[in-house]
């Protein structure tokens, strides 16, 4: 069956940097879109990037933006999230995600695999 795990969450300072990873199995991903979300206490999961495994298209939040890159390495089945300058307002957890159609979109509902959340705390 198909498996998202993510890893690498923690706690750092406001302006430091983490990158979480999500080690993908179960299947082939090369047409997949895979995605990082996030959801903060009391408030929607939101989607924060997202990345077209075949051609490496990305797409980021406004939010995050010049901030915070995508990336994936085949090898390894595993696509990251390194985020640079964090800020409190990144606290959340951070939730890997897959869907098979083309294109990438940033509702949550559309997507059909998730990973059990790592946490990311930003202290000021």
């Known amino acids: 069956q198909v498996q998202l795990v993510e890893s690498g969450g923690g706690s750092v300072q406001a302006g430091g940097s983490l990158r979480l990873s999500c080690a993908a199995s179960g299947r082939t991903f090369s047409n997949y879109v895979m995605a990082w979300f996030r959801q903060a206490p009391g408030k929607e999961r939101e989607f924060v990037a997202g990345m077209q495994w075949s051609s490496s298209t990305t797409y980021y939040a406004d939010s995050v933006k010049g901030r915070i890159t995508i990336s994936r390495d085949n090898a390894k089945n595993t696509v990251y999230l390194q985020m640079n300058t964090l800020k409190p307002e990144d606290s959340a957890v951070y939730y890997c995600?897959?869907?098979?159609?083309?294109?990438?979109?940033?509702?949550?509902?559309?997507?059909?695999?998730w990973g059990q959340g790592t946490q990311v705390t930003v202290s000021s």
């Open positions: 995600a897959a869907h098979g159609r083309i294109g990438i979109v940033t509702f949550p509902r559309l997507y059909e695999y």
